[in-house]
Structure formats: structure tokens, C-alpha cells
């Protein structure tokens, strides 16, 4: 995948100002910047959620999955439901979410998960669906050290067969990427 | 501001229940006393010849083959209504063009008189069903704009997570949107469900079927028999205000529960 000259504003204020990168097929790329750089803006228009003002994202494959910032978990679903509404088996999901720590909480309620377990659950989400490309935006944001390590060894396992790009501020995730875009 | 302080207080100062019994008593006392000002049973009985009355009633089987059927023909049109109402709001949700077209029929027929509609519909459909149709007819432009408004404030996020998830229309419609929609759906329900019971007995008053509460309330007119209105009409309150509370509990329950067991 290849980012070439990436531009976007928002009501005048310049947020990516000509990004260029070649990503690889597969592999950890951290996207890093401080607050407002426009982290989450990249990975939008990764996703296709947003059009850049400029340039334009080359060899983006057709399906990228994504972990939202906020999680975006349905509280009218339990959580296993909420990672097999991207249609994977239950097998699968449940495979994920044990890997992730959530073995005992398959059929919990979305609002009785902590800030920490929902992200996991997103996470699982993400990777449930079937891409070849997974954008997560901060994935270790509120875990405590545990938590993300053992979150970052799942990311790490699914970098041999897909591209993981993590918006992050994190310096344990820095750590474990393959290339790292400072924007 | 509120002049009164603080509204939810206020309403605390009574225990649950004692003020719907305050409003039955003072109700009971002002209707006694109008009863017993006009003095004339045929134009306002008094509360315990109404009771005696709905006591009489409620042992014939006619009484509740009229309450059965009425019921039956509200929640029929109130289903249907209901339901079309938030089929035709979807497509209109979804495509502005739709909306163009069809939106001012939705706002005409929430102009239109109940009374024409029936007068009408008395024209072209059987009595049985009539006032069924009516209260589906009623009850469709209200919940059209329910459903329209509440898809219309769906979060963008929801939108979101679909579209990356590459979700299915149905997948969308069942999984999120509907269940997205529901708290304000059953709010317009609660509304739906009163303009139902209303239009559905004017239906009846006026199409006279061989059993329904409207029915009953007509031959009691032309009888002078005013304590059967009253018993009519105090039937169809009980009815209505606990289908709306049933209504109420299921809306205090969302966002609701689906598990994957």
C-alpha cells in the first residue's frame, strides 16, 4: 500500500500536510504524532471513512477492519455478538476473545465490561473480520501494562498474515513496530 | 427557570401510587356531586349506578365479545400501522429522492380528519374491519414520523461500523439500526397506541359492527341508557392506560438484550 501526498483540513485547519509512505503486504507500522497531529485522521482515510483534500492511497485493498477510537461496541449485544456481526463463526470469535483475556466474558453486557475490556472486545472485533488490512487506533489505550502486553502479542501474531497499522502514543507499541510514521 | 424548584422533587413528595388514588377519589367526588347537581340518571349517573351497571355487563357474554373484538381490531391496526409506518419510513431514510416523493402524502394523511377517513372507508370495506384499518391509517403517519426521525439521528458511528464491516442490509437493518431506533420507536408507540384506541371506536360508532365497544356506545346513546357510556368508556380508559403501561415497561427496558446463547 502506498500513501502518496495526503492532504486534509478541517474548516481551514491543515491536519495532514502531504503524508508519503510505502507500507508493507504485512507487519506492525505505528503511526505516531502527538495529539491533534492527525493520527486518527490517517487511518480514516485508510478506511475509506474519510476523502483526502489531496493526494491519494494507492493499492488499498478492497477490506480493512478497523478498531474505532470510542470501540463502538452495541450495548443491545453481548459481546460475543458484537464480534460476530462482522460474520466470522463463533468458533472463531470465541478463539479471539479468550486469546484476548475475555474468556469469561462472552455473554456479558457491553456496560459491564471496564473502559480497559472493552477495548479488548473491539479489538477482537477487528480481527475478526476477514482483511488484509487492520487499522486500530490507540490499542492500548486504557490497559493497564499487562493487559497491552498481552494485547500486543496478539497484534504481533497477526502481523505475519496481514498489515496492522496502530495509531498510538504509546512507547510499548512504538517499540514492537516494524516502521513507524511520526507525523 | 422553575419557578417551583426542583419538578422531580415535587413529584417526590407523594409515595408511588398515592396520587393516581387522590385523583380517583377528587374524580369520584366531582362526578358525585355533578350527578347529584343535574339530578337526572339518563343525562349523568352517578358513580355506584355506573358500577352496578358494569357489574350487570360484565356477566353477559356480549360485553365481552364486544371488549374481545375491539381489542382485537385496535391491535390489528395498530400492528399494521406500526408496522408500514416504519417500513415506509426506511426507504425514505435511506434515499432523499424517495423522500421527496413520498413525504407529503405521509403529511397529508395526518391532516386529514379521523371522521373522512372513516366516512370513506365506511363506503368501500366491511363494518367488521373498519375500524382496524382506521387506526392503522392513524396510527401510520405517526409512527412514519417516528421511525424517520430516529433513523435520521442514528449515530453517525453505527453508519460507520457497518459500512467498514461491509455489513449486509439486513445484517444492518436487524442487528443495528432497528435496535438503534427501538427506544424511540416504543415512545412512538406509546402515542400510536392511544390514537388508535380513539380512532378505532369513533370507527366503530359510526360503522356499527355486530360486536365492538363503539357499537355498545352507540345503542346506549339511542337508548338514553347514559350510565352503559359511562361503562364503555371507563372500560376502554382501564384497557388503554394498561396496554400503555405494559408499552412503558418494555421502552424502560432498552437498550435491550440480545444473546448470543
Same mark, same amino acid.
Given at each position: 500500500?502506498?500513501?502518496?501526498?495526503?492532504?486534509?483540513?478541517?474548516?481551514?485547519?491543515?491536519?495532514?500536510?502531504?503524508?508519503?509512505?510505502?507500507?508493507?503486504?504485512?507487519?506492525?507500522?505505528?503511526?505516531?504524532?502527538?495529539?491533534?497531529?492527525?493520527?486518527?485522521?490517517?487511518?480514516?482515510?485508510?478506511?475509506?471513512?474519510?476523502?483526502?483534500?489531496?493526494?491519494?492511497?494507492?493499492?488499498?485493498?478492497?477490506?480493512?477492519?478497523?478498531?474505532?477510537?470510542?470501540?463502538?461496541?452495541?450495548?443491545?449485544?453481548?459481546?460475543?455478538?458484537?464480534?460476530?456481526?462482522?460474520?466470522?463463526?463463533?468458533?472463531?470469535?470465541?478463539?479471539?476473545?479468550?486469546?484476548?483475556?475475555?474468556?469469561?466474558?462472552?455473554?456479558?453486557?457491553?456496560?459491564?465490561?471496564?473502559?480497559?475490556?472493552?477495548?479488548?472486545?473491539?479489538?477482537?472485533?477487528?480481527?475478526?473480520?476477514?482483511?488484509?488490512?487492520?487499522?486500530?487506533?490507540?490499542?492500548?489505550?486504557?490497559?493497564?501494562?499487562?493487559?497491552?502486553?498481552?494485547?500486543?502479542?496478539?497484534?504481533?501474531?497477526?502481523?505475519?498474515?496481514?498489515?496492522?497499522?496502530?495509531?498510538?502514543?504509546?512507547?510499548?507499541?512504538?517499540?514492537?513496530?516494524?516502521?513507524?510514521?511520526?507525523? | 427557570?422553575?419557578?417551583?424548584?426542583?419538578?422531580?422533587?415535587?413529584?417526590?413528595?407523594?409515595?408511588?401510587?398515592?396520587?393516581?388514588?387522590?385523583?380517583?377519589?377528587?374524580?369520584?367526588?366531582?362526578?358525585?356531586?355533578?350527578?347529584?347537581?343535574?339530578?337526572?340518571?339518563?343525562?349523568?349517573?352517578?358513580?355506584?349506578?355506573?358500577?352496578?351497571?358494569?357489574?350487570?355487563?360484565?356477566?353477559?357474554?356480549?360485553?365481552?365479545?364486544?371488549?374481545?373484538?375491539?381489542?382485537?381490531?385496535?391491535?390489528?391496526?395498530?400492528?399494521?400501522?406500526?408496522?408500514?409506518?416504519?417500513?415506509?419510513?426506511? +426507504?425514505?431514510?435511506?434515499?432523499?429522492?424517495?423522500?421527496?416523493?413520498?413525504? +407529503?402524502?405521509?403529511?397529508?394523511?395526518?391532516?386529514?380528519?379521523?371522521?373522512?377517513?372513516?366516512?370513506?372507508?365506511?363506503?368501500?370495506?366491511?363494518?367488521?374491519?373498519?375500524?382496524?384499518?382506521?387506526?392503522?391509517?392513524?396510527?401510520?403517519?405517526?409512527?412514519?414520523?417516528?421511525?424517520?426521525?430516529?433513523?435520521?439521528?442514528?449515530?453517525?458511528?453505527?453508519?460507520?461500523?457497518?459500512?467498514?464491516?461491509?455489513?449486509?442490509?439486513?445484517?444492518?437493518?436487524?442487528?443495528?439500526?432497528?435496535?438503534?431506533?427501538?427506544?424511540?420507536?416504543?415512545?412512538?408507540?406509546?402515542?400510536?397506541?392511544?390514537?388508535?384506541?380513539?380512532?378505532?371506536?369513533?370507527?366503530?360508532?359510526?360503522?356499527?359492527?355486530?360486536?365492538?365497544?363503539?357499537?355498545?356506545?352507540?345503542?346506549?346513546?339511542?337508548?338514553?341508557?347514559?350510565?352503559?357510556?359511562?361503562?364503555?368508556?371507563?372500560?376502554?380508559?382501564?384497557?388503554?392506560?394498561?396496554?400503555?403501561?405494559?408499552?412503558?415497561?418494555?421502552?424502560?427496558?432498552?437498550?435491550?438484550?440480545?444473546?448470543?446463547?
Amino acid at each position: 500500500m502506498k500513501l502518496a501526498g495526503l492532504k486534509k483540513s478541517f474548516d481551514g485547519t491543515c491536519v495532514l500536510d502531504g503524508i508519503n509512505a510505502d507500507l508493507p503486504e504485512h507487519g506492525l507500522v505505528g503511526v505516531a504524532g502527538v495529539s491533534g497531529a492527525g493520527k486518527s485522521t490517517l487511518l480514516r482515510i485508510l478506511a475509506g471513512l474519510e476523502q483526502p483534500d489531496a493526494g491519494r492511497v494507492e493499492g488499498c485493498p478492497e477490506r480493512v477492519s478497523v478498531q474505532f477510537e470510542d470501540d463502538r461496541l452495541f450495548p443491545w449485544m453481548d459481546v460475543l455478538a458484537n464480534v460476530t456481526l462482522v460474520g466470522c463463526d463463533d468458533a472463531v470469535a470465541v478463539e479471539l476473545l479468550e486469546s484476548l483475556g475475555l474468556a469469561g466474558k462472552l455473554h456479558a453486557r457491553v456496560e459491564e465490561l471496564s473502559g480497559g475490556q472493552r477495548r479488548r472486545a473491539a479489538l477482537a472485533r477487528a480481527f475478526a473480520f476477514p482483511a488484509q488490512v487492520a487499522l486500530l487506533d490507540e490499542p492500548t489505550a486504557r490497559l493497564d501494562e499487562e493487559s497491552a502486553s498481552l494485547v500486543l502479542d496478539v497484534v504481533q501474531r497477526r502481523c505475519y498474515d496481514m498489515l496492522v497499522v496502530a495509531a498510538t502514543h504509546d512507547k510499548q507499541v512504538i517499540d514492537r513496530c516494524s516502521i513507524v510514521l511520526q507525523i | 427557570m422553575n419557578l417551583f424548584g426542583d419538578g422531580k422533587r415535587k413529584a417526590a413528595a407523594f409515595p408511588r401510587g398515592v396520587g393516581t388514588v387522590l385523583f380517583i377519589v377528587l374524580a369520584l367526588a366531582i362526578w358525585e356531586t355533578v350527578a347529584l347537581a343535574v339530578a337526572a340518571p339518563y343525562i349523568v349517573p352517578k358513580p355506584q349506578d355506573v358500577a352496578v351497571r358494569a357489574v350487570e355487563l360484565m356477566v353477559t357474554t356480549g360485553f365481552w365479545q364486544a371488549v374481545g373484538w375491539s381489542l382485537l381490531r385496535v391491535l390489528v391496526g395498530f400492528a399494521c400501522g406500526m408496522v408500514l409506518g416504519v417500513a415506509c419510513a426506511l +426507504p425514505m431514510a435511506a434515499w432523499p429522492h424517495v423522500r421527496a416523493v413520498f413525504a +407529503p402524502f405521509v403529511k397529508v394523511m395526518r391532516t386529514v380528519p379521523v371522521v373522512c377517513f372513516i366516512l370513506l372507508m365506511l363506503l368501500w370495506v366491511n363494518a367488521t374491519w373498519l375500524s382496524a384499518i382506521i387506526s392503522a391509517l392513524m396510527v401510520l403517519p405517526v409512527a412514519w414520523t417516528g421511525a424517520i426521525e430516529a433513523l435520521d439521528s442514528i449515530d453517525r458511528g453505527i453508519v460507520e461500523v457497518a459500512r467498514v464491516f461491509k455489513l449486509g442490509a439486513m445484517r444492518r437493518l436487524f442487528k443495528l439500526y432497528l435496535p438503534a431506533i427501538a427506544p424511540q420507536l416504543l415512545s412512538t408507540a406509546v402515542v400510536g397506541l392511544g390514537l388508535a384506541w380513539k380512532s378505532g371506536i369513533t370507527a366503530e360508532v359510526l360503522a356499527l359492527p355486530m360486536f365492538g365497544m363503539g357499537s355498545g356506545i352507540y345503542h346506549a346513546k339511542i337508548a338514553l341508557e347514559a350510565a352503559d357510556i359511562f361503562v364503555w368508556a371507563l372500560v376502554i380508559i382501564v384497557i388503554s392506560l394498561a396496554m400503555e403501561t405494559a408499552l412503558r415497561a418494555c421502552a424502560s427496558h432498552f437498550p435491550g438484550w440480545e444473546t448470543s446463547r
